[in-house]
Structure formats: C-alpha cells, structure tokens
C-alpha cells in the first residue's frame, strides 16, 4: 500500500523467494515521509488470516511520522531481487522456469476511502469495529502476535544494533502494546 511522492508513505509486505521446502519469508517495511528501513521478517509457516504479525503504533508524540496523512492504493507486483531478497543474494533467480504466476485468492479490502483532507473511517471505539479501525489489538491477538514474534520472526530493525550503533530508533523504545 503507498501514496505517490518523494515524501510517500508505504507500509510494505514482500513474500521472498526460497529454496525448494524451506519456509517463504514475509518482509514488511513501514515508511513514513518518504523513510523507510523499518524491516521485519517472518518465516511464513502459517496462515496470516486473523492473526497479526505486525504493529506500528502511532509515535507522533516523540517525533516520529505516521502513515496517516496522505490517501493510498494497493499495488501487487513481481520483481526480482535476488541481489538481497533470496538468502542474502545467495540464490539466484531460474529464469528458465520463467514465466512466474501468482495471484490472490479470496481477497477482500476493507478500506475507508480517502476525499480531499480527511478519511471516510469515523472514529469508534466500538467493540464490533475491526481492530484495525480502533487501532488497539485485544488480548487474544496480543498474545497471537508475542506467539508469531518469538516463534516466526527472523528479523526486527528494532533489535539490530549493527545498523543503529548509535541506538535503535526512537520508536523501538517505546512498549509495543
């Protein structure tokens, strides 16, 4: 999902390519403003249906941008990059198994449509709106997403401090419920 423009907001989800029999890799980003480097990643052994695997809170308070101001599509591609994506660039791409083919299947949008300033989603805190309209996970999916985090997740910027040796960014710092 992304807007347009050098200061875009985007919040990424990548299937990576593998090895035959081992575990696709889901790669998510969060940009904001146009910065991204807010990397996660997941081995994919299960199904993403209601069970979170991903929350970016609203850190505006401490400076921090938030994907909220700006409308945004849904885009779905096929790229190649086997220079990063695949182990490291260890595995290449078979382009002699080409063409490749993916589609979704049972995809539905639930979306507030964006007009001119402002969102068409109105504020609730009802206890039948989604939790993506309330912002807030409940206690099921808290625990289902510390289940996906400590078992799955095989990468978190928030953890590696060989990229932010003079400290993990702000945002990294703050409770994640």
Request: hydrophobic share 35%.
């Amino acid at each position: 999902m992304s807007s347009q423009g050098p200061t875009h907001d985007e919040i990424d989800f990548e299937f990576l390519g593998n090895l035959s029999g081992d575990p696709y890799i889901l790669h998510t980003n969060v940009f904001t403003q146009g910065k991204g480097n807010r990397e996660q990643q997941f081995y994919l052994c299960f199904l993403v249906d209601n069970t979170p695997i991903r929350v970016f809170k609203n850190a505006e308070s401490i400076g921090v941008p938030f994907p909220k101001s700006q409308p945004m599509r849904i885009y779905s591609s096929l790229w190649n990059a086997d220079d990063w994506a695949t182990r490291g660039g260890l595995v290449k791409t078979d382009w002699a198994k080409a063409p490749f083919t993916a589609y979704y299947r049972n995809f539905n949008a639930n979306a507030c449509v964006w007009s001119g300033t402002s969102s068409s989603c109105a504020k609730t805190n009802s206890v039948s709106a989604g939790a993506w309209e309330t912002n807030e996970l409940d206690a099921p999916g808290r625990r289902r997403l510390r289940w996906v985090q400590k078992y799955f997740m095989i990468y978190n910027y928030c953890t590696d401090l060989k990229r932010f040796p003079q400290g993990v960014p702000p945002e990294c710092k703050r409770p994640r419920f």
